[in-house]
């Protein structure tokens, strides 16, 4: 039986900014680590594009809603074209 790409969503309620952070310039970040079926990891890193943090959680949330949301393609190219909208 092969085994499927599946996103595990890990969220610590103390820490509003988990996966975000912020960069020289004053922008936010998400960072999050893929685990493939297998048995290799990918470090994504994708730009919120924002300075303002609530814009930067928003938009890390829904992300990760679309992260989660697979179309049940394997490949995992898929999440490659997750990138956030212009402020």
């Not at 996966?19 to 936010?28: A, G, K, P």
């Not at 303002?52 to 990760?64: F, G, H, P, Q, S």
Request: glycine share 4%; aromatic share 6%.
């Amino acid at each position: 039986m092969q085994r499927k790409n599946e996103i595990v969503v890990r969220i610590k309620s103390g820490n509003p900014n988990h996966h975000l952070y912020l960069n020289n310039q004053s922008t936010w970040w998400m960072h999050f680590t893929r685990h493939n079926a297998d048995y290799t990891k990918v470090r994504v890193r994708l730009p919120l594009r924002t300075k303002d943090v609530v814009i930067a959680r928003k938009r890390r949330d829904e992300l990760v809603v679309r992260l989660t949301e697979d179309d049940g393609d394997d490949s995992g190219q898929g999440w490659c074209s997750l990138i956030p909208l212009a402020a």
